[in-house]
């Protein structure tokens, strides 16, 4: 193993002074403005236009910059935070129940089992209120209580009820709303949308991120971008996993790029996998679907008591029924943190308790709740839902219960941010799911619609503007050699990947990476799985290159090259993030390594040795990457083992 | 779950070249899966034997980003109701069925390559005003304004539109009034959305003239294709806010 060829990166997470509660008022004030008339000076990119992308790129454009916002899909309105189903968390305290902005600070920073900064978290719970304004401002129609108020539900690892909704597709009704924000910006003319584009490179000039390359996904054609500042809003990489809840083009490739030209990765292995979504049913799968956790607002959670029970569910007798959440975790029940649930479930499923064909399934029991509310109830709460799981399995949830199983589901970790949201990168900023910074090793439910739009509307109209204010605005064309030289890597990359003609498919790599990924780097990950790892991926790797099959030109829309190159960087990325959870000696949230556990089988952090922010600096192809840290302070919370009992 | 193989008849267009029909076997399908994982099944095939496979879009996979869409036997997104092609699964074919599958037409419907067609039509429809023009910050409480729970829930009938396009590919006229009367509907019932309603259905319909979507002609088509059941109340509710500016 050789040394990195670069100097250590510096991690300065430029935390505002003063208390914790005016840190952001400090630094709103302290802030250098750009003037009105030296704005539209200014050109940004802003890549993605998912809940963060859109609200951001909106957002600035009515500020007055000019805005170049680009999206894989085929509209804006199509990315992937439309898919969000339960809701969106704010400290509004409309139910009267105890809820403020310090509560929803510490529960996200307990939820995150004390790996995300204060500074951070406490914005987000400041600006949550601010959010749900907006939302409705703009026509997001909500869902309402009878004397026309805003209503809301509970979610995991919270003791009140802070979730605003719109039925089972609040992602969808946010995502339209900052669409139709963007939409007016294209129409006033400070936004220029380019969708079917992917990003190719990252192009930095004197260390400052001065643009983009980008492949037209119709023509094939590589066309460059300049501008004076660059915003990554492209969402998480679950789909390293081959299979998760995310769209199918969602991937690591704007970020990978990113992280090449100097930006620090922090956290890759924490990844979320989800308690409930809809189990594998076989070997052509492509996706999972989630069903949100609002249904265990009212679902109970079982398995039967005895092993290798095959009776059906209606003829199992309450006694013979092992509601396992219920019973280990009294206080929170079946609205325990993600985590925990997805653990709980597959050591169930591992004790040979699980159901259905597989055995890899639980059920999910709305029995009770139809019994108490009546079915009109239920079905007003959790129709679309119920629809749609009938639809995938042809099995009605009410007259039998669901059969659920955890999938791979979000990312916490990602391109490291200051307080800024700026990466170690100057001016390449990083929003919404994209950056690691505010859920630590485990989000809870209705935080990412929140973290989105947050970063998008309401953080990063401030904080970009002390990067511009001291930025000279229009000094890069896409002439200069650094556009160049990256167009060139890129044709050259495109091209290779075109003229392979080996033997197996994209998605068969995928596939089993997937698979190595899953099996040890998923739900529990212990040193001779995740080495193991260490071994299969990089010989996967090595056979892509030499044995892929990419039919069709690259100068044509040719879906097939465009999944060669995401899954190129895949296996490129995944080295990487099982070197992380291997170098993460402890257990934390969703990194759960077999060797720390408590005699109950929970997480075993390692605070004096892992309170820390790991952050991957790239040294090059022949180099191992450098693991650097940023120590986490708990000035305002005690850091304590979490407990839901 | 059980096995089933079907004949494909599947529309092949590239570039400039006239498109045409042509036919494949599925091979053995499991009935539990979607249409989509279907036409992966068949690419990979036609991968691994040097064809270049159908180009078809997608994303979500669970029928929210509308991103999916074809004509399958000539119903969009095929023949069960209220449901997307993602989400459309193999258990309603049979052994044997012959299917023919071809993308959406329309005039303002360009078609790109195989089942892929160009939509952004729809983009330049809500661009003319399918929002409220408030600028980030300074909004009011949320619940300052109440709004009564049956006018948030109808708004949310109408808001569930996915953009998919099903319902221009349905008519006739290829019309794309539900779309529009979607969007006019859902900001007219809302009193966020009073202050511009009549400007918003006035451009939003000339937008949709302009791009080349006919009118409605009473069909009802539109209603019975949309995977989100979205009614063609809101199409009269758009001809009312219509009127309503022309006259005023």
Redesign the interface.
């Known amino acids: 193993m050789s040394g990195p060829l670069n100097s250590p990166m510096e991690l300065n997470s430029q935390i505002p002074s003063g208390p914790l509660e005016n840190k952001w008022d400090n630094f709103r004030f302290e802030n250098k403005l750009v003037n009105p008339a030296n704005k539209r000076k200014y050109t940004i990119i802003v890549v993605g236009t998912g809940l963060a992308g859109a609200s951001a790129a909106a957002s600035l454009a009515e500020l007055g910059y000019s805005i170049k916002s680009f999206c894989i899909q085929d509209s804006p309105r199509r990315a992937h935070s439309i898919a969000a189903q339960g809701g969106i968390n704010a400290a509004k305290n409309y139910q009267n129940d105890g809820d403020s902005i310090r509560r929803l600070f510490y529960d996200t920073i307990k939820g995150g089992d004390f790996r995300a900064r204060e500074a951070n978290v406490y914005r987000l719970a400041q600006i949550s209120n601010g959010i749900i304004d907006q939302c409705v401002a703009q026509g997001v129609p909500f869902a309402r209580e009878y004397g026309g108020q805003l209503t809301n539900r509970s979610f995991g690892g919270a003791q009140v009820s802070r979730t605003f909704y719109a039925r089972g597709q609040t992602g969808q009704q946010l995502l339209l709303g900052a669409y139709g924000a963007l939409m007016r910006q294209v129409k006033s003319g400070q936004v220029t949308i380019f969708p079917r584009s992917e990003i190719m490179d990252i192009v930095t000039v004197e260390g400052a991120a001065k643009g983009v390359v980008v492949r037209n996904l119709l023509s094939g054609k590589i066309d460059s971008h300049a501008a004076d500042a660059v915003i990554l809003a492209t969402g998480g990489y679950g789909n390293v996993f081959f299979l998760s809840t995310n769209a199918m083009a969602s991937n690591v490739t704007a970020s990978w790029k990113a992280y090449k030209k100097g930006a620090g990765f922090a956290n890759p292995c924490f990844v979320q996998i989800h308690p409930t979504c809809i189990p594998v049913h076989g070997s052509c799968q492509s996706k999972l679907t989630l069903m949100s956790e609002s249904l265990r607002n009212d679902g109970r959670v079982w398995v039967p008591k005895h092993k290798n029970d095959a009776r059906p569910p209606s003829l199992i007798p309450q006694e013979d029924r092992d509601y396992y959440l219920e019973t280990k975790y009294p206080s929170f029940g079946n609205l325990v943190p993600r985590d925990v649930a997805s653990r709980n479930t597959k050591e169930q499923c591992d004790l040979g308790k699980g159901v259905g064909p597989t055995g890899l399934a639980v059920y999910l029991d709305f029995a009770d709740a139809v019994n108490r509310d009546g079915i009109e109830v239920i079905q007003q709460k959790y129709g679309n839902l119920f629809a749609m799981y009938e639809k995938i399995t042809a099995v009605n949830p009410i007259s039998e219960p669901m059969r659920i199983y955890p999938a791979v589901h979000y990312a916490m970790g990602g391109l490291w941010v200051d307080y800024s949201l700026m990466s170690t990168v100057n001016g390449l900023f990083v929003l919404g799911e994209a950056n690691f910074s505010d859920h630590g090793s485990n989000r809870l439910g209705a935080s990412a619609l929140m973290q989105g739009l947050s970063d998008g509307y309401f953080v990063i109209p401030y904080t970009i503007a002390p990067y511009l204010s001291a930025t000279v605005p229009g000094q890069v064309s896409t002439d200069c050699s650094e556009f160049k030289a990256a167009e060139q890597k890129v044709h050259a990359r495109q091209n290779k990947l075109a003229s392979m003609n080996g033997t197996r498919t994209v998605d068969d790599f995928h596939r089993e990476l997937g698979h190595i990924l899953w099996e040890h780097c998923g739900m529990a990950r212990n040193e001779q799985g995740l080495q193991k790892a260490l071994e299969l991926i990089p010989a996967l790797r090595e056979e892509f290159w030499q044995n892929v099959k990419v039919p069709g030109s690259a100068l044509d829309l040719n879906q097939s090259l465009e999944r060669a190159g995401r899954v190129a960087d895949f296996l490129e990325f995944s080295e990487l993030m099982v070197r992380d959870a291997l170098a993460r000696e402890e257990s934390c949230g969703c990194h759960f390594r077999e060797e720390h556990q408590t005699v109950e089988n929970e997480a075993k952090r390692d605070d004096e040795n892992f309170a820390h922010v790991a952050v991957w600096q790239n040294a090059g192809e022949k180099n191992t990457p450098q693991r650097l840290k940023e120590e986490l302070t708990f000035e305002n919370v005690a850091m304590s083992q979490r407990s839901y009992k | ?1 059980s096995i089933i193989n079907l004949k494909l008849k599947i529309w092949r267009q ?2 400039s070249e006239k498109g045409r029909f042509r036919e494949y076997q599925s091979g053995p399908i ?1 009935t ?3 249409f ?2 279907m036409l ?2 068949l690419n ?1 095939r ?3 034997e ?4 159908v ?1 078809f ?11 999916c869409g074809a004509v399958v036997q000539g119903h969009p997104h095929g023949h069960v109701k ?2 997307t092609l993602c ?1 459309l ?1 193999m ?1 309603h074919f049979k052994d044997g069925d012959s299917l023919v599958i071809e993308p959406f037409r329309a005039r303002a419907f360009k078609i ?2 195989d089942l ?1 067609v ?3 039509s ?2 330049h429809i ?3 005003g ?8 300074g ?5 300052a ?5 049956e006018t ?2 109808q ?2 009938d109408a ?2 539109c ?2 998919c396009g099903a319902c221009v590919a349905s008519c006739p006229n290829a019309s794309a009034m539900l779309f529009v009367g979607a969007k006019v509907s ?2 007219a019932l ?1 009193p ?2 009073h202050p511009e309603r009549a400007k918003r259905a006035l451009a939003m319909v000339q937008e949709m003239d302009r791009q080349g979507f006919g009118n409605c002609r009473n069909e009802r088509e539109c209603e019975a294709a949309c995977p989100k059941g979205i009614s063609i109340r809101n199409i009269a509710r758009l001809n009312r806010e219509h009127v309503k500016a022309f006259i005023s």
């Open positions: 779950m590239s570039g499991s539990d899966m979607s989509l994982e992966d099944v990979e036609l991968t691994l040097g064809e270049e496979p180009a879009d997608h994303d979500c996979r669970e029928g929210i980003c509308g991103a209220k449901t989400q699964h258990r790109v390559k892929v160009d939509r952004s729809f983009d809500i661009s003319e399918g929002y409220v023009s408030v600028n980030t910050g909004a009011v409480d949320a619940n304004i109440p709004v009564a729970k948030a829930d708004a949310l808001a569930e996915i953009g859902q900001l809302l966020q959305g």
